[in-house]
């Protein structure tokens, strides 16, 4: 059962929804609304509430811009 759960952990579901909730708890450290940040970020406002939901199709481009906007670097993590 652990390796299932492993997976699962490591899905891409829910990386998005780990990265949603990470820009989600800045933004809101920053108390900035949804809407500050999307014009900040030049994304629309369903696209922010929908990217900190964890929308796994998120575009990277959008993300990388609402990652900007906070102050916030992406980096990436070997898992294995």
Known sequence: MA???DALARSPEAS?????????AR?????????????LAGVSTRFIGALE???PTAR???VAAVALALGVDIEVT???
Do not use: C, I, S, Y
Request: aromatic share 6%.
């Open 3 to 5: 390796n299932t759960d």
């Open 16 to 24: 998005a929804l780990r990265v949603g909730r990470a820009l989600r």
């Open 27 to 39: 933004r809101k450290e920053l108390g900035a609304t949804q809407e500050e940040l999307a014009e």
């Open 53 to 55: 939901r964890g929308k």
């Open 60 to 62: 990277f481009d959008h």
């Open 78 to 80: 070997p898992t294995w």
